[in-house]
């Protein structure tokens, strides 16, 4: 679905030969490390070696086929002509917000800061330049940070929803882990983070359905529809997941779900039942493609899984950071905005570093829109 004609590619040369010196490297760099968890009760998402999905594993392309198709399928505005407008968070003013409140703030990508009646906690920070193993290629951020890193205050925790790059980067977990209390990810990420030197006691790793519970915070790992993997033969050897959060500081918890990265599938409507509504959904709109449809959803779907998670505001996440798709760049919220429009969804699209304190009506703020080379059509 586009609503956009696509001429051939603009993107230059150079760019394109990087990409494909970055597959290079994954090659020389992958591994062929092995899932050894010795489960009490093993689920039926894991054989003893790799994870797979419920209810069932779908359909993927080749590797290779994928890699030839992105490099040579035509493109159009796949970064912005100029660094995107990101709105500056100070961090005196993230400790002047109000603790009775939750707030929320997009730091880029599905990179977030969250302040849950004051424990303050991030979900799968990148803060690198580039997502990716190497430092000098791959894709490159479309904005800086909003945020001063450096001078980050002392975190009570950081969720890692699964190893990708674009979710889990080496250079910002060397750089933050000092001033985090406790990070909760999924089985088998716990030893990668050790290898970016996390001390063991400081990480906690959740099957599907298990739950962990910190200072009033609430975390529940469920199900997605994706797959893991740093390399090219290490795929699904650690686990991925979708993220139930709650706040239960007050009377009346405040509940919050965020998609990780997944295709569509049933499980989002298991999960509404079992833990909906939620106040807040934080859904993967971008980077999808027919080739693999079966990993990221396209606009249609991720409003779709807000629906069946019994959301009611939702924050489009898994965009406007890094050119990981065919897609423009600008296409996952123009899309998402007029599918929610027409669904009477409530849609929240803040500029990069804006608060959005959940419970609230959030304004319409198409921030990118000025940046956007088209304008299309139908809105």
């Known amino acids: 679905m586009t609503l956009f004609n696509k001429p051939k590619s603009n993107i230059p040369l150079q ?19 092995s899932s050894t968890y010795l489960l009490a009760d093993k689920p039926n998402h894991f054989d003893g070696k790799y994870f797979f999905n419920q209810p069932l594993e779908p359909e993927m392309q080749s590797a290779w086929k994928v890699w030839w198709y992105y490099f040579t399928t035509p493109r159009v505005d796949a970064i912005p002509e100029k660094p995107l407008p990101v709105q500056k968070l100070e961090w005196a003013t993230w400790h002047a917000l109000q603790t009775d409140k939750v707030h929320v703030v997009r730091l880029g990508h599905s990179s977030l800061l969250l302040k849950l009646h004051g424990q303050q906690w991030l979900i799968d920070p990148v803060f690198s330049e580039r997502a990716s193993p190497l430092s ?3 894709p490159k951020r ?8 450096d001078n ?4 009570d925790g950081v969720i890692i929803s699964h190893d990708h790059y674009d979710h889990l980067d080496a250079g910002t977990i060397k750089r933050i882990h ?9 089985l088998g990420v716990g030893k990668i983070l050790q290898d970016f030197g996390v001390p063991a006691e400081k990480i906690k790793e959740l099957d599907w359905h298990q739950t962990a519970i910190y200072a009033g915070v609430k975390l529940t790992a469920e199900p997605a529809q994706h797959f893991s993997g740093r390399g090219l033969f290490d795929r699904n050897t650690t686990l991925w997941a979708s993220w139930v959060i709650e706040s239960q500081v007050i009377a009346d918890p ?10 569509y599938f049933d499980g989002f409507k298991k999960i509404g039942a079992k833990h909906g ?19 990221h959803m396209n606009p249609e779907e991720s409003v779709q899984t807000h629906l069946d998670v019994q959301g009611k505001v939702m924050m489009p996440v898994h965009n406007s950071t890094f050119d990981l798709a065919l897609h423009p760049w600008y296409e996952p919220l123009e899309l998402v905005s007029a599918i929610g429009a027409r669904k009477q969804v409530l849609l929240a699209t803040p500029m990069m570093g804006e608060v959005y304190v959940v419970g609230s009506v959030p304004s319409i703020n198409p ?13």
Request: no cysteine.
């Open 15 to 33: 760019t394109r030969s990087n990409l494909k010196l970055l597959l290079s490297f994954f090659i020389v760099l992958s591994t062929s490390a």
């Open 136 to 138: 000098f290629i791959g």
């Open 142 to 149: 479309f904005h800086p940070l909003p945020i001063d890193v």
């Open 152 to 155: 980050m205050p002392m975190v």
């Open 178 to 186: 000092p001033k985090v209390k406790q990070f909760v990810t999924t």
């Open 254 to 263: 405040v509940k919050i779900f965020y998609s990780s990265d997944s295709g």
């Open 277 to 295: 509504p939620f106040d807040l959904t934080m859904i993967d709109t971008g980077a999808w493609d027919k080739m693999w449809a079966s990993i």
């Open 367 to 379: 921030w990118w829109r000025n940046h956007m080379r088209q304008h299309p059509a139908a809105q």
